[in-house]
């Protein structure tokens, strides 16, 4: 978090809050705006998130406004309460639950809000509220508020209208799709040799550590560490935001961009934001990532008890025809590197 900077998204602003250390017992967390992180036992993580969600009646999730954060921490304890709701079309929507004959005061404060985008159009049709466009992987447009400013990065050609809560307008335009550098050709592997994996091999395709005939990569469970190098103009870096997208990754990732380590990643979509690190010329990539378990055991299965490096009472994978449950590992892509247009909205 403390890489990326304030967002505002479709016209909604809110700054990062610090995160506050919480612990109960042998246990440790961290509390940030209505969700609880990194819950721990001692030194092993055991819970990565509990959030805060408020619904619709449709099980719908509404943006949320949280107030009145009342957080009281002792040295083995923790007790946090807050207030929660939401605004729609000028209109504040609070969930509340009544028991038997219960009642509560609703308190209205007067609030200055900031300057907010409340439309965005391309092309002359809506794009927020509503959206006349077909849904694809990427908005149209991302507003970003910055140091220097709110600058809007533009996944899409048009011409973009942008108006505000203070009645002024602003207009950006995209003339060419966005710039994206395909990351292929060979790639060098590391394994961790200590749980059956080869030193190194190098690859010309991208593909699943299962299809490999080496027994150390078709059943490695752990790590695997990708290495490339790949080449940038200085001109493509003008006015841009770099985000490398890993395509497909089985299971988790994290990435280093010419030494700069960035964080772990767990879900699709894989992409970072690497516009502080990439440079002009050549870039230093290596993508670490780790598997799951069972393939691993899959192949300890086939060996002699002495010769295993797994031990477990799991015996499932311990049939023939067990490679038809090897699951697909590693680093599938297609990677790419996407330079999209970012320009100045107000």
């Avoid at 200590?194 to 990569?217: A, E, M, R």
């Avoid at 700069?260 to 670490?288: C, D, R, T």
Wanted: hydrophobic share 35%; charged share 20%.
């Amino acid at each position: 978090m403390s890489e990326e900077k304030n967002r505002l998204l479709y016209g909604f602003s809110e700054s990062l809050t610090e995160p506050i250390p919480l612990r109960a017992g042998p246990f440790s967390m961290i509390y940030e705006k209505g969700f609880i992180r990194y819950i721990s036992y001692g030194d092993n993580e055991i819970i990565r998130i509990v959030y805060m969600a408020l619904r619709d009646k449709n099980w719908g999730t509404y943006p949320a406004i949280i107030e009145n954060e009342n957080i009281i921490s002792g040295e083995d304890s923790f007790e946090i309460s807050y207030n929660c709701r939401h605004e729609e079309n000028n209109q504040t929507i609070i969930p509340l639950n009544f028991g038997p004959e219960d009642s509560k005061f609703i308190v209205f404060k007067k609030a200055t809000a900031p300057v907010h985008i409340v439309k965005i159009e391309k092309d002359g049709q809506s794009f927020f509220p509503g959206n006349a466009f077909q849904e694809i992987d990427q908005p149209c447009i991302d507003v970003s508020k910055e140091d220097a400013g709110t600058s809007a990065t533009l996944y899409q050609p048009g011409n973009y209208t942008l108006t505000w809560s203070d009645g002024k307008m602003s207009q950006t335009a995209l003339a060419a799709p966005s710039i994206a550098i395909p990351l292929a050709g060979k790639w060098d592997i590391a394994f961790d040799t200590s749980w059956g994996g080869p030193l190194h091999i190098q690859t010309d395709s991208l593909q699943s550590w299962t299809v490999f005939n080496d027994s150390g990569i078709k059943y490695h469970s752990g790590k695997g560490v990708y290495t490339k190098n790949f080449f940038v103009k200085e001109n493509n870096l003008k006015n841009t935001k770099a985000i490398l997208d890993l395509g497909n990754v089985l299971e988790m990732a994290s990435i280093k961009i010419n030494g700069h380590q960035m964080p772990v990643k767990w879900n699709a979509p894989f992409q970072f934001n690497i516009s502080s690190y990439i440079k002009p010329g050549n870039n230093q990539l290596e993508v670490e990532v780790v598997n799951l378990w069972p393939n691993r055991l899959i192949g300890d299965a086939k060996l002699p008890p002495e010769k295993r490096l797994t031990k477990t009472n799991v015996m499932k994978y311990d049939m023939p025809g067990a490679d038809s449950l090897l699951r697909p590992s590693g680093l599938l892509g297609p990677v790419q590197v996407m330079l999209i247009a970012n320009k100045k909205a107000r």
